[in-house]
């Protein structure tokens, strides 16, 4: 059994009535090794090298296929799609032209094309087999307010590296409580602070024993 929590949508993004919806209660995500793991259960005599040389071969085949225009349909799973946007992280040509003296202003002025992610649409048999197992429970009574970000990335950074110092470790609950983020978020934003390389937390453990703690302690 899963649970759920009903949330409004935030301020803004309808103009008519009030929306609730439910959200599913997410406790962890599960890495490439767990999914192996949990996927030999239904493999038969397929070893583990063998599934993952498979799932290998597709991400592959998405990366070889899917930025020439092609879409990639698995039976039983869904469709996966490109979706493009510009690319911020680059000058517009309009940003280029204007360092450049006697550039053409009545030229049309873009950001590069980029892929921006892949949309997933499932099979609907997936959905409905699924459906057909799962029952839900609702957690908590009250109507949630979509959490906003009170504090900046550094003020983040910073309220991190305290209870570091403090305990010598943090686990994600304690992050969550101290940015007012949902686990869900706090994972997602841990995980960019451990990539960065200047921002000093490194990441020890997995699943439920993982924990943060200052990278020189770990070199």
Same mark, same amino acid.
């Given at each position: ?19 609730v919806?439910?959200?599913?209660q ?14 030999q259960?239904?493999a038969?005599?397929f070893?583990?090298g ?23 349909? =698995?039976d039983?799973? @869904?469709?996966? #799609? +490109? %979706? ?18 006697g550039?053409?202003?009545?030229k049309t002025k ?9 949309k997933f649409?499932?099979?609907?048999e997936l ?5 057909r ?26 309220k991190a590296?305290?209870? =570091?110092?403090?305990? @010598?470790y943090? #686990? +994600? %609950? ?8 949902s686990r ?5 934003d841990?995980k ?20 943060w ?6 070199e």
């Amino acid at each position: 059994m899963a649970n759920y929590y009903l949330q409004k949508l935030p301020e803004g993004m309808k103009e008519s009535e009030e929306v609730v919806y439910p959200k599913m209660q997410t406790y962890n995500m599960h890495d490439f090794e767990t999914v192996l793991k949990h996927m030999q259960t239904y493999a038969g005599n397929f070893s583990e090298g063998t599934m993952r040389a498979v799932i290998d071969a597709l991400v592959q085949t998405m990366k070889s296929w899917m930025p020439l225009g092609h879409s990639i349909k =698995i039976d039983g799973l @869904g469709v996966f #799609t +490109l %979706s493009l946007g510009f690319d911020t992280s680059t000058p517009s040509e309009k940003e280029i032209a204007n360092e450049k003296v006697g550039a053409d202003k009545g030229k049309t002025k873009y950001r590069h094309i980029c892929i921006k992610s892949i949309k997933f649409k499932p099979d609907g048999e997936l959905l409905a087999d699924m459906n057909r197992e799962a029952t839900f429970d609702k957690v908590e009574t009250e109507v949630k307010m979509p959490r906003k970000n009170k504090f900046s990335r550094e003020e983040r950074l910073a309220k991190a590296m305290a209870i =570091i110092e403090k305990s @010598g470790y943090m #686990t +994600l %609950s304690d992050y969550s409580r101290a940015t007012g983020l949902s686990r869900a978020a706090a994972s997602r934003d841990l995980k960019s602070l451990v990539a960065d390389q200047t921002s000093g937390i490194a990441s020890r453990g997995s699943h439920s024993h993982k924990v943060w703690v200052k990278k020189e302690e770990l070199e």
